[in-house]
């Protein structure tokens, strides 16, 4: 379903006298269809710019991203056009980043159920009621369903985080960190999520400092080797 092919990202500082710095280099792996990848790997080996690249949030600099798309057959995803990425994203491909953004002045609520409402064109009730499931299921509480997350705590903003990513169950997840700032109860609550959301048919490829975690939930672990990534 997506396979990265000799993938490198380099960024050209131009502010700092043209400097380049290594993102990732020579990323290669494959992900069939319901499978769960892990990326594994010291901090700042370029595990988040392999997702970056994916989700195309940065136009990679050498090799190849194959993905099946449902929209459009097979494509190279560091090489097709802006609006061709916009559908996928729209369609086929969701992502957790490692920190939240917060929507000024949106419900948790309503944050959560927007994904269903846009991508699935499901009824704002029916968004909204499926919405609060799930925040109730990750142990949101209600008081807080029509509160802004921008004052939530870095725990309950991830959950919010994680929710609106999950609830439109995407056919690829890209997941950075998702339960860093998690505590163990919350954890697990996404360690199950993670699994239902396997059982119905999403592929996704996680970042995870935490090697018990991930060997527990993923199929298989992509390690980045610090000597060939930071090599010049
Ligand atoms: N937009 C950017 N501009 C310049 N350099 C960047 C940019 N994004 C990432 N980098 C650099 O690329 C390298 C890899 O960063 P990346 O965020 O992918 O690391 P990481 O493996 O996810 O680390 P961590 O475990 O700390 O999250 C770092 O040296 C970082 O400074
Ligand atoms: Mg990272």
Known sequence: MLKADNLSKVFNIHLIGDKVIKGCNGVSF??????????????????????????????PTGGDIRYDSVLYGQVNLATIAD???????HKEIGYIS???????RVSAVDIVAEPLLLKNGVSPEEAKTKAGELLERLNIPRKLFDA????????EQQRVNIARAIIWKPRLLLLDEPTASLDRDST??????????RNEGTSMVGIFH?????KS????????NPETEYAE
Do not use: W
């Open 188 to 197: 697990a609550i996404v360690v199950e999520l993670l699994k239902e959301l």
């Open 30 to 59: 494959i992900v069939d269809r319901g499978e769960f990848l892990g990326i594994s790997g010291p901090s700042g080996a370029g595990k988040s710019t392999i997702l970056k690249c994916i989700y195309r949030t940065y136009l």
């Open 210 to 214: 935490d090697n018990e975690l991930m």
């Open 98 to 104: 490692q920190f939240l953004k917060v929507i000024p």
């Open 83 to 89: 609006h061709m990425v916009i559908s996928i994203r």
């Open 148 to 155: 802004y997350p921008a004052t939530f705590s870095g725990g």
């Open 217 to 224: 939930i993923t199929d298989r672990a992509y390690r980045m």
